[in-house]
């Protein structure tokens, strides 16, 4: 019956790109080189509200309300404007040649998946805290 009521107050509405938040368009727009996005939905449950855009190139990308991102995944390798210097120094001093496929992040912390399967933990200013 839980799963029922939570399955009846989400609601997943497929958007245009144009109805993504400015922020959100702009991250696409400086990671993607302004590549058209393929699918864009607003997902609503509560009052929490996030979108998802989806690319040519196969990557996705979760924001929240306001447009900053919250979570992408990308075989070619999450932009590495979007996570702190120390976090990608980390990556390059122990994992050398790995790309980083998947990553999200909270206020307080960042989790990152590399292209080996490696996965780690890293506070808010990129500093290594766990394997997960």
Known sequence: MLAAFCAASAQITQISSAKLPTQARATIKKAWNNAPTVDAWRNKVGKRVEYKASMEDGS??????????????????????????????????????????????????????????????????GVFQAFL
């Open 60 to 125: 996705t990308i979760k924001f929240n309300a306001a447009g900053q991102w919250i979570e992408v995944k990308s075989y070619g390798g999450v932009p590495s404007f979007l996570l702190p210097k120390a976090l990608l120094t980390h990556i390059n001093n122990y994992y050398e040649g790995q790309l980083v496929v998947w990553a999200s992040k909270t206020p307080k912390r960042y989790r990152v998946e590399l292209a080996d399967g490696t996965k780690l933990e890293f506070n808010n200013k």
